[in-house]
């Protein structure tokens, strides 16, 4: 039995191949579609994937003003946050982030999808949420991705 030939090969920064990918959001359920952004970021569906290397893409999600959240979440759900002080606590729904920015209500789900960690917050970096179908990354020529979420 040849023992060489069963080495477990690790990626690493230099061998990771990352690609720029397009995704609609266009009548997406929010979680559903946020789980399969956050697989695509960390590069799950590579077969190199390394757990502590970031082998994901860099993911451009257009039409974030078109995502949806099924039954009452969307004024029913409250997103906690703490500012650190005594009565800093702020509620806010999703109703209102979507008001604000839709785009916001796309990057809070996939940060709670991400690893919370240095390599977490560097995942982070590699999402592009715009709202509307225009973006600037037209340079890097992004091969559109279809996640075919029903």
């Not at 078109?66 to 702020?90: A, C, I, N, W």
Request: proline share 5%; charged share 25%.
């Amino acid at each position: 039995m040849d023992t060489l030939s069963y080495k477990t090969i690790s990626a690493n920064k230099t061998t990771v191949t990352k690609e720029w990918v397009i995704v609609d959001a266009s009548n997406a359920v929010l979680g559903r579609f946020c789980s399969e952004v956050a697989m695509l970021l960390r590069g799950k569906r590579k077969p190199n994937y390394t757990p502590h290397v970031d082998c994901g893409d860099n993911v451009i999600v257009i039409n974030a003003e078109k995502v949806r959240l099924t039954g009452k979440k969307m004024t029913d759900r409250e997103h906690f946050s703490h500012s650190g002080y005594p009565g800093g606590q702020k509620i806010t729904s999703p109703e209102q982030m979507f008001n604000k920015n839709p785009a916001l209500l796309v990057e809070h789900a996939v940060r709670g999808m991400l690893p919370k960690s240095r390599m977490g917050r560097e995942l982070f970096r590699n999402l592009n949420v715009y709202v509307g179908s225009e973006h600037p990354h037209e340079a890097q020529k992004p091969k559109e991705v279809n996640l075919n979420l029903k």
